[in-house]
């Protein structure tokens, strides 16, 4: 993005009066300048539906802007630091702090400044996330070592800097922006203006400013990481086409010259326990390449995938079983294969779905892919959540399975589930896989909101609110955390404004039991839907409107409830304590 670009989405910005604001606080030792214009930038073009405010606080003052924030909150904050923030010393502003005597007091100065700041940044993101920025300019010559070789002092410092980094990662809302990500995009020779520095206070040339700009908008955005890679498997997952040239000449090692494709298989496997869903579609003979996946050279097992779709029709029509086996929509998968002609196929029939070319015989190119994949799959922690999933789908394959063999499956089915749910009603504003739900549930969602992070904390923080979240078990396995309720309940009245549930967890009556539990928490003489009609979350609409037979946003009396709730075979436990009616 260049900075007339940056300057017009900055304008259009500001004539947004009539949107949301998403308020960021920007918070830098330097003039923010040109920074703070491609911020801007770069967060309007991520939120076009909001007008974004990018406020700064005082020169110099990092420590100072940040204690304003503890109670002056933004929607985030990014805290961008460079060295003379860490110590003076270290800058090129300030003079007569070039000696060798004092770098070990700069060294244990920096490390008391840097505990500092990581209370303030812990205080600032209990409410609200915090990104920041290490510093990303070149040190200047303070040291008494040559600058191509690293000294103790330097070794010191930067060891107290990641000392800060590691801590700071702890949180749940803080998130740092890697130096090697912003390394790979701005050359380091490149970014430090040092007669803007002096003139004006801002230390970056344009051509850095603008890519750690995207970076911090980027770890603001956080959007969240994709569900599922379906992968091609000739010439993509291996070397050769197993179908004509054997199964044992098929290749992924350095001796064939095919490593890339070991590393292809190596990342998927990793993907998949992560919990990222892998499926294959390949137009071969099922049983070529149910012997391809005998071999235990293989790096991905096959019991890391599901389904399989090996067959000889169109491939556009074989995505399309995945995605309903998953029960995940287009938009939340990437399709990886080597030929520009199917993956064209398959963008067609599926135009949100990321379609990504392996480039079969191109190391340079095949490692750039995997490095997307592993940016499109990321995630700041892993959940238990996250393990069950694969497995969670094979059981919801085999209760379908089971189902079809007796009649009128659903009673009996799940009398013999040996089904169990853990109800809690702790408000934890950390638990990341409930805000992680609401984000990204779109069936069985009561109206589509999606809170900003800081929202969330707030809601949890009012006294007035409460928060369900159900765990479900059962004998085809575990499926974790599945559902989050949060509302209000006042004498006897409950108002449900945020429900959401994992299209996993659908069949099982885990809705009709999580309704009850208000009832009976609450003692409940109606509860009331804060329903809102969105193009997917007619799951939602239909379990409402079958309570009482009307409008999705009806209320749902205790009398009524009870006489349209089926039989619920269920054993529920209460994780804080049981209702009073349970």
Not at 18 to 25: G, M, S, T
Request: glycine share 6%.
């Amino acid at each position: 993005m260049k900075l007339i670009e940056a300057l017009t989405l900055a304008a259009e910005n500001a004539a947004a009066a009539d949107l949301p604001r998403f308020e960021v606080a920007l918070v830098c030792g330097f003039t923010p300048l040109h920074l703070q214009t491609f911020l801007t930038a770069h967060l309007r073009r991520r939120r076009p539906d909001r007008r974004v405010d990018v406020r700064t606080g005082l020169f110099g003052d990092i420590h100072g802007t940040l204690r304003g924030l503890v109670d002056d909150r933004a929607e985030a904050t990014v805290l961008v630091l460079e060295w003379p923030d860490i110590d003076a010393r270290l800058g090129i502003r300030d003079l007569g702090g070039w000696s060798p005597r004092q770098l070990p007091d700069v060294v244990e100065h920096a490390a008391k400044w840097l505990d500092q700041l990581l209370q303030l940044a812990r205080e600032v993101a209990d409410a609200s996330p915090v990104i920041v920025s290490l510093p990303t300019l070149p040190l200047p010559p303070v040291f008494f070592t040559a600058t191509w070789q690293l000294g103790m002092f330097e070794a010191e410092l930067k060891a107290a800097l990641w000392r800060f980094a590691a801590a700071a990662v702890a949180h749940p809302r803080i998130r740092i922006v890697n130096p090697q990500s912003v390394d790979l995009v701005s050359p380091a020779h490149g970014r430090l203006h040092v007669s803007g520095t002096w003139a004006y206070g801002f230390p970056y040339h344009n051509a850095h400013a603008e890519p750690l700009a995207s970076a911090l908008a980027r770890a603001v955005d956080n959007a969240p990481p994709l569900k599922g890679v379906i992968t091609d498997l000739d010439d993509t997952l291996w070397a050769g086409i197993v179908g004509d040239d054997g199964v044992d000449q098929i290749t992924w090692d350095l001796y064939h010259h095919t490593q890339e494709h070991g590393l292809y298989q190596q990342l998927l496997s990793t993907l998949s326990e992560e919990g990222v869903l892998v499926a294959v579609v390949s137009k071969n003979e099922p049983a070529v390449v149910d012997a391809a996946f005998a071999r235990d050279d293989l790096l991905i097992r096959r019991e890391r995938i599901f389904p399989f779709e090996i067959g000889w029709g169109s491939k556009a029509n074989a995505v399309a079983r995945v995605l309903a086996q998953w029960n995940v929509s287009a938009e939340h998968v990437v399709f990886v294969d080597d030929n520009p002609t199917e993956l064209e196929e398959v963008r067609s029939a599926h135009p949100t779905l990321q379609c990504v070319r392996f480039p079969h015989g191109d190391p340079q190119g095949v490692y750039d892919v995997l490095t997307r994949l592993r940016d499109l799959f990321g995630r700041a922690a892993l959940s238990e959540e996250d393990t069950l999933r694969l497995d969670s789908l094979r059981a919801a394959a085999a209760a379908s399975g089971a189902a079809d063999q007796s009649e009128g499956h659903s009673e009996a089915l799940l009398e013999h589930a040996d089904a169990s749910l853990v109800l809690d009603f702790t408000k934890d504003a950390n638990d990341s896989r409930a805000f992680e739900l609401i984000c990204k549930t779109n069936q069985f969602n009561l109206n589509g909101r999606r809170p900003t992070e800081r929202g969330w904390v707030e809601y949890l923080n009012d006294p007035q609110t409460f928060l369900m979240t159900a765990k479900y078990r059962d004998r085809f396995g575990a499926l974790g955390k599945i559902a989050v309720i949060a509302g209000r309940a006042r004498d006897g009245d409950v108002r449900v404004e945020t429900w959401v549930m994992s299209c996993r967890a659908f069949s099982r009556r885990i809705e009709h039991q999580c309704l009850k539990a208000l009832f009976d928490r609450f003692g409940a003489a109606q509860v009331s839907f804060a329903f809102e009609e969105t193009p997917k979350n007619r799951p939602m609409a239909r379990f409402l409107s079958s309570l009482h037979g009307g409008a999705a946003d009806v209320p749902v009396s205790a009398a009524v409830f009870q006489a349209a709730c089926p039989r619920l075979f269920h054993r529920v436990v209460y994780k804080d304590a049981a209702p009073a009616g349970a």
